[in-house]
Nanobody, 122 residues
Framework: QVQLVESGGGLVQAGDSLTLSCAVS????????MGWFRQAPGKEREFAAA????????YYAGSVKGRFTISRDKAKNTVSLQMNSLKPEDTAVYYC???????????????WGQGTQVTVSS
């Protein structure tokens, strides 16, 4: 079975950094594009970042570009999201996902993790 398990969430102050990790099992990790999405209370799930199956291409939402970095470690079957200069508006549950191609649309991904909470205080 395919499993995606996020970790690394927590409570931080504005301006701090935090790294999320997603461990993938049950699929050929190197054959899938990976994405990170987030959902704040009362809002729809939104795209944050994505990376191609090769790792050669990355994509970011305008709201996080320049602050967040997505990467993948093929040897460990993990994808990470390094978040710097965090803002209160970054507060959300963060989800990792796997799909055929990198996309900013959640419907294009086939597998999802359970999510990890990130809370940024002022």
């Amino acid at each position: 079975q395919v499993q995606l398990v996020e970790s690394g969430g927590g409570l931080v102050q504005a301006g701090d950094s935090l790294t999320l990790s997603c461990a993938v099992s049950g699929l050929s990790f190197s054959s899938y594009a990976m994405g990170w999405f987030r959902q704040a209370p009362g809002k729809e799930r939104e795209f944050a970042a994505a990376i191609s199956w090769s790792g050669d291409s990355t994509y970011y939402a305008g709201s996080v570009k320049g602050r967040f970095t997505i990467s993948r470690d093929k040897a460990k079957n993990t994808v990470s999201l390094q978040m710097n200069s965090l803002k209160p508006e970054d507060t959300a549950v963060y989800y990792c996902a796997a799909g055929d191609s990198p996309s900013d649309h959640s419907g294009e991904y086939d597998y999802w993790g359970q999510g990890t909470q990130v809370t940024v205080s002022s």
